[in-house]
């Protein structure tokens, strides 16, 4: 019962142009959702987060938005840049409970120079 | 500020033995969560602990365990290893259960099982 889904494995972007990675839930009661980015041989690192009281956050480049109707939640990184190629993952929190986090399968960006 | 620390790095065990990853928190976090990363399952989550209490758990069966001592420092138990548990095991530490801030995690340990 995956709710978390991350349906595209993989994408590659030119350098500079926008990369646009998604993610889609099924839990309307989740409250707050997180991207991370993970090198190889590395552990993830966080990178923006959006509660769901918001529609848009915004980081630098980085860019989240939120569309709680469709369940779905997108990253935007504009100008993509090399140094971006990179797996990334979007997590969701529970609100209930002892707030579990849950990430998605990831998606393998490659951004060519 | 020390990150998070696992130890060790890199294991190689054989099917039937039984594993024990530790797993050091950022100085003040006392919540220390647990994922499993193998390719194309992403991070599937095992437990969360905090404050020596197991608060989540996920869908791993019995022969994974895990603990967590008086200073946060955690550890994660495997018994009767099978192939299939070889993965890269992550710890993440925060300051409270929910990661409101996010997770900071370790560089894992890539267990590897022959």
């Known amino acids: 019962d995956q709710q978390v889904k991350q349906n595209s494995p993989s994408l590659s972007v030119q350098e500079g142009r926008i990369s646009i990675l998604n993610c889609d839930y099924t839990n309307s009661m989740f409250d707050y959702f997180l991207w991370y980015k993970k090198y190889p041989a590395e552990g993830p690192t966080f990178l923006i987060s959006?509660?769901?009281?918001?529609d848009k956050n915004e980081d630098g480049r980085f860019t989240v938005f939120l569309n709680k109707s469709a369940k779905h939640l997108s990253l935007h990184i504009v100008p993509s840049q090399p140094g971006d190629s990179a797996v990334y993952f979007c997590a969701v929190r529970d609100s209930g409970g002892y707030q579990k986090v849950t990430f998605g399968i990831g998606t393998k960006l490659q951004v060519i120079p | 500020k020390a990150g998070v620390t696992q130890t060790p790095r890199y294991l190689i065990k054989t099917r039937g033995q039984q594993v024990t990853l530790s797993c050091s928190p950022i100085?003040?976090?006392?919540?220390v969560s647990w994922y499993q990363q193998t390719p194309g399952q992403g991070l599937q989550f095992l437990f969360e602990?905090?404050?020596?209490?197991?608060?989540n758990k996920g869908n791993f069966p019995g022969r994974f365990s895990g603990r967590q001592f008086s200073n946060s420092r955690s550890e994660m138990n495997v018994s009767t290893l099978e192939l299939g548990d070889s993965a890269l095991y992550l710890c993440?530490?925060?300051?409270?259960?929910?990661?409101?801030?996010?997770?900071?995690f370790g560089s894992g340990t890539r267990l590897t099982v022959v």
């Open positions: 959006i509660s769901s009281i918001k």
């Open positions: 993440a530490s925060s300051s409270s259960f929910g990661a409101t801030y996010g997770y900071t």
């Open positions: 602990y905090f404050s020596e209490t197991q608060r």
């Open positions: 100085s003040g976090h006392r919540s």
